[in-house]
């Protein structure tokens, strides 16, 4: 995994917490849902770009 895409990753992941809790907070389910999608988006590239470490990179 390159360090941009890792960076990616953890920066989509910490704005999907921040809209969750956001959300949460002032009682905004759809927020509180898109926080979520972020979040497991952020979770996806980290997990595919794992993979692709992996294999080799490629």
Not at 18 to 47: C, Y
Request: hydrophobic fraction near 40%; proline fraction near 0%.
């Amino acid at each position: 995994m390159t360090a941009s895409e890792k960076a990616k990753a953890k920066a989509e992941q910490a704005a999907g917490a921040a809209m969750e809790a956001t959300g949460r907070a002032v009682g905004n389910e759809r927020l509180t849902a898109k926080g979520r999608a972020a979040k497991a988006m952020g979770a996806a590239r980290e997990t595919k770009e794992s993979a692709k470490d992996g294999m080799g990179g490629h």
